[in-house]
């Protein structure tokens, strides 16, 4: 009778065991340790080395310098970006009155959220934030990004906290039922441009989400808008 043929590379259970050995006595410990050392410093760039898109490695929690503001929610930061000298980033969650939009023109508060926006960032160091919900890019190629200001504070939140701007309730981001609860504070306390628009002053995308946002003749705020 033909003995069994040994299987070729079979481990035996002195090697299984010394292995085991290793990994839980010696290799472990050492990851734990250099994990100890290094601590969140390794595990990001680990993250950013093999998860990051190549957006977010260029931009995310990185410093730039402010060249210049376009409007109250774009502006240009000093990184090259494909064929321009500069990276042109669109504030995520907001929108602001237009001042060179090409049919709505001037619009109501336009100037006033411009002039803030500079005031808070105009040639100012500022951290960009690169979100992990929906799109990094709009559809002309600006990259969409909160923007922390040297005091810790996030421009975009400024931006609705005081009434120049809007909570952009069309698209999805991390943090849409924060800048929706925003919206409602700067209406309750009319802050800025809430203390005076009427209704046909706002962006058409707003008085189509919000139907009933100052439909009062006489400006007075509807206290179900946030209800309907």
Not at 124 to 133: A, F, M
Not at 174 to 203: C, F, H, N, T
């Given at each position: 009778m033909a003995s069994p043929k040994a299987v070729r590379y079979a481990m035996s259970r002195r090697k299984k065991n010394a292995i085991v050995f290793v990994f839980f006595f010696l290799f472990l410990p050492a990851v734990m340790v250099v994990d100890h050392l290094a601590g969140p410093p390794l595990r990001q760039a680990l993250v950013r080395r093999f998860f990051y898109t190549e957006d977010q490695k260029k931009y995310h929690q990185q410093y730039f310098s402010v060249l210049s503001i376009v409007d109250g929610d774009t502006l240009d930061v000093d990184w090259p970006d494909g064929n321009s000298a500069f990276t042109r980033i669109r504030l995520l969650g907001i929108d602001t009155p237009?001042?060179?939009?090409?049919?709505?023109?001037?619009?109501?508060?336009?100037?006033?959220?411009?002039?803030?926006?500079?005031?808070?960032?105009?040639?100012?160091?500022?951290?960009?934030?690169?979100?992990?919900?929906?799109?990094?890019?709009?559809?002309?190629?600006?990259?969409?990004?909160?923007?922390?200001i040297e005091d810790g504070r996030i421009?975009?939140?400024?931006?609705?906290?005081?009434?120049?701007?809007?909570?952009?309730?069309?698209?999805?981001?991390?943090?849409?039922?924060?800048?929706?609860?925003?919206?409602?504070?700067?209406?309750?306390?009319?802050?800025?441009?809430?203390?005076?628009?009427?209704?046909?002053?706002?962006?058409?995308?707003?008085?189509?989400?919000?139907?009933?946002?100052?439909?009062?003749?006489?400006?007075?705020?509807?206290?179900s808008i946030f209800n309907e």
């Open positions: 237009e001042t060179r939009h090409p049919t709505a023109g001037v619009m109501y508060f336009g100037p006033e959220a411009t002039d803030f926006t500079r005031s808070m960032i105009d040639g100012s160091r500022v951290t960009v934030l690169l979100d992990t919900v929906g799109d990094q890019r709009d559809v002309y190629g600006r990259l969409l990004a909160y923007i922390q421009l975009n939140e400024e931006i609705i906290r005081r009434g120049f701007g809007y909570a952009d309730l069309r698209f999805e981001h991390s943090q849409s039922a924060l800048y929706e609860a925003l919206m409602e504070e700067a209406i309750a306390s009319q802050a800025g441009l809430w203390k005076k628009a009427v209704r046909d002053q706002l962006p058409p995308w707003l008085r189509q989400k919000r139907p009933l946002l100052l439909r009062s003749k006489a400006g007075v705020l509807s206290t």
